[in-house]
């Protein structure tokens, strides 16, 4: 879930100086709209520490009219606060109608620690997260925009905050034994937050995960995900209101965002043949022996492979499938639906191929489509592919409770091998089959791809099916990735 | 939550036979319909055994052109379906879009029973129903219509509808030990349907709650249910698609429901002076003494006061606040929201009047407004009065969990004793201003604010909020009702 908030994401002083003029205009002239729009905003500041909540509200404060905001933050229940029931005090801090409220340490705040230190067990913890959503979603039908943004630090990167706030003497304070202490317990910190976000990330109130390092970077990025979110929301109820656009169109300033998941990963690595011919008979024998044991533990796998066209998914699957007894795997291609699948929820078509206990099903793509494709060309709307992220979860969760080794690829290659072998299947007549005007089209779409592979990775990469991204210009390194990956989950179901 | 549905409401073979063939004519006509409209019906049905699902079922199937429809039951899991997910087998089971699934013993029954048997404890309970709703939401979402029926019996109707199906060679088989075991454990399976549908009835997916014990009441019931969802789930995807209505506008037939919780209070109950003196002075010492209790234990005390007008709630309230000591209570008395309150969430102005702890706080009319006024007078549109039974039930749930003791009180008068009451006021000077031209028109809509009121006590009296009714024809007889049940309750909260 933290992946694409830890690729070092940072945005010049020069760049910074030259947007935030324009971005605080818009969003001032949105706060003007919305004094009269009858809906509030509730905006969520949640993370590590270190990340830069509080700095951003600091931000937000300066930048707008602070008649129309409304900060709460929240310290231990009082006992004025104690004698009533939990949300009060939330209740009573509620924005009205054409104001915003920004949040820190709000209702997350208490489950999360409490969960970290053990005080409460998973089962409680999923029903004050589930008391959570309801909260939101009765002010979200009353017309409540909600944003909630996790800021967010690498273990490494949140140590180095540390240590510069507490040589500054001016910032010394904030560096308590609890700081010191919640971060050497930053994994369980993350493995029980990457739950929280999962669970609450509904269409109604979605978490925007923030890379929290650089100021410069946080800043703009809350700052243009709040300023689309009011205009969208605008946008959307004067529609609804079957209305004219109250709502002035104002030149757009984009955050360039280069960095994504993808653009990190280190597309040079490589394979000798030599090395790929021992290897791949190593891991091809390796997980010959451990489909074996899970059939006859009854443990079953799914594997699904997204990636670039022409990035080789095709060929690992290969690999894979030739290590396997042929009566254990099921290669399911996905393609355009069926009639039949069609007159059902998108879903429905993976539910029906779910293997039996001790299979390995191969999905070649699946349901990611609905964030990819559908996202890409419009055949989802936008609000039918953001809330496929938490039923993606959903559904992912269901298959790891119950006991499904899940293994998710994404296959990649740069632009210009994509070239390259686009190229080679032209000329080659044997493979020209595989090239179709279709691949030509999706490469223009590339950057828009690319975002969407970054969303991709951020809400549907969980503790319970996280993402591998194989970095595929050299189809060596690629195969036995994506075998060794396969080993090691195996093995660890198997414990082997 | 069952009150409305022991009420032994039945309909004649006469009326029953005068309805039939309209209603059929006009499910077919909706099922013709249906076909093309590209989205799926979901009725699933559950409820006590006897009470006529797998019948009603049986009829929809006689009734209806079985090429659209879709039955199914489940059984427990088979061993291929235990390899899978849990609701794997839901899944495959879906309606296509365009037909109707009737399904029996759904994903509702495996939670009920393992909760009624203790196998799984509250929190796993209300995470399989946070599922469930999770489930219905995503189809919902996709356009699917849900719709849940109920099928209820008292606990004696029960019995006597198993010793008719034994006595019977050909339905004998029907009653096994199960069913009788069952029955003895009326009461906690009647405890565990209460969470379950108070958890899991959403906007997306309402439970419709019908009495079961005439053949021709619920199959009329059922079937005028399901006929006016699928026209207005017809019609609202019409509108949203900006279509002109498809929907051939086609007679109605209401079923006449003549009895509702209100019809059956026994009115004339009395109480003589005398009486009344003795019992007054008694029940307000004991209030008194418990107030005091709860003060020092902490125990904070809610109490809601709706009901016809003149009904007698002021002089009610004035009984009950006679006997405590004046720092202790506050009289919340709910009219128009003021433009503070306007600018938030409706349930925002009831928090901000929560008590401290050992406090007492009466609400003169309550968030129950939501339900009564704004849905008869249309101020409320239906989506927001529909959603608004969950949104209270999970407010008040907040309260229970927090210790508060919650008493709500229905003050009811017959529409001949308000007459006199309206008349009196008019002549006596002093009572006058009392009577408006609003209380006159209210009074045109006795028979909506009657199926409101039905409607409120079915969905929101829950085991930890149970609505009183208070039969208020004879002043004497009412006030000792709310003092008597006041300090039942508050006694109970004690221990005393």
Redesign the interface.
Known sequence: MFETAELGRKVSRQEYKAQVPQLRTELLELQQQLRSAGF?VIVIFAGVDGAGKSETIDVLNEWMDPRGLLTRAFDPPTS?EQ??????RY??A?P???RIGLYLSSWYSQPLVDRVYGQI?Q??F??SL??IT?FEK??A??G?LILKFWMHLGKKAQKRRLDALEKDPLTRWRVTKREKRHWKMYDLFESVADRLLHKTNT?EAPWYIVEGADHNYRTLSVATLLRDAIRRHLERRAVAGGEKLPVKPVARVETRQPHTVLSRLDMSQKVARAEYDLLLEKYQGKLHLLTREAKAR?V?TILVFEGVDAAGKGGAIHRLTGAMDARLYQVIPIAAPTD?ER??????RF??H?P??GRVTIFDRSWYGRVLVERVEGFADDA?WR?AYA?IN?FEE??A??G?VLVKYWAHITQEEQLRRFESRQETPYKSYKLTAEDWRNREKWELYEQAVNDMVAYTSTNFAPWTLVEGNDKYFARLKVLRVLCERLGAALNR
């Open positions: 509030a004025e004698e009533r029931p939990h949300f009060w209740w009573l509620l009205p109608k054409g067990d089962a409680i999923d029903q589930n008391r309801t009765e002010l039908a009353d409540t269409g009854q079953s039949e007159a059902q929820h998108y879903l429905w539910w029906r779910l039996r206990a039918a809330r039923e959903d269901q298959l409770e119950h499904v």
